[in-house]
């Protein structure tokens, strides 16, 4: 009877670290912007709209994010970075956010200009 109770508990445990790998998504994401404390904006906003990890490449400007698809989007992620100020593949960063960065993190923004 013990065995049993053991392989149980082991295919319950099983059954569940499997179910949270296959809601994991990773995939990237192009992120206008410079420098380090970009990095950390980015990074951050990422996290905040539920990205469990989240990586900002300075030189490509690519965000990987990894998150689970059960609890946030590729779209929530990039609106939550656009809401720090940086423009995304999808979304301009609001104008206030980018005006309030520090002067280093103000990127050429074309997207603004038009």
């Not at 994991?24 to 980015?42: A, M, Q």
């Not at 809401?83 to 005006?99: F, M, Q």
């Amino acid at each position: 009877m013990k065995n049993i109770k053991s392989i149980a508990t082991a295919l319950l445990m099983f059954a569940g670290i499997t179910a949270s790998y296959a809601a994991s998504k990773t995939e990237t994401i192009k992120v206008s912007g410079n420098c380090s404390n970009c990095e950390k904006t980015i990074e951050k906003a990422a996290k905040g709209a539920g990205a469990d990890k989240a990586k900002w490449d300075e030189d490509t400007k690519v965000l990987t994010v990894t998150y689970d698809d059960q609890k946030t989007s590729n779209d929530a992620i990039q609106k939550k970075v656009a809401a720090s100020g940086y423009d995304t593949e999808k979304y301009v960063g609001d104008e206030k956010a980018y005006n309030a960065l520090h002067s280093c993190c103000q990127y050429d923004n074309k997207k603004k200009a038009k």
